[in-house]
């Protein structure tokens, strides 16, 4: 009984290891494209109604950077939860 414990409980670690994982890969590209547009490498523009193009790269660069705050903030959680 107690294998099974400890393999169902290694499964669940794996389980969430590999989630972390993901998350980090996603932060990583998250930034690597904020990195873009932060200078100028990369800009963002939208077409309205009307079909005039309007600029959006700060909206963008806004927008990466609270999403990179909310991976960190799952990341450490789950850590801190999951892991050993």
């Known amino acids: 009984m107690a294998a099974q414990f400890t393999s169902e409980r290694q ?3 794996s389980a969430w ?3 972390i994982h993901r998350l980090e890969q996603d932060m990583a590209e ?3 494209d904020l990195e873009l547009l932060e200078s100028g490498e990369l800009q963002h523009r939208e077409r309205r ?3 005039a193009w309007v600029e959006t790269t700060q909206r963008e ?3 990466h950077k609270k999403t990179i705050g ?3 903030g799952l990341i450490r959680k789950l850590r801190a939860e999951h892991t050993g």
């Open 70 to 72: 909310m991976y960190d």
């Open 30 to 32: 998250c930034r690597r």
């Open 49 to 51: 109604a009307g079909g």
């Open 61 to 63: 660069i806004d927008w």
């Open 11 to 13: 499964f669940r670690m």
């Open 17 to 19: 290891d590999d989630f």
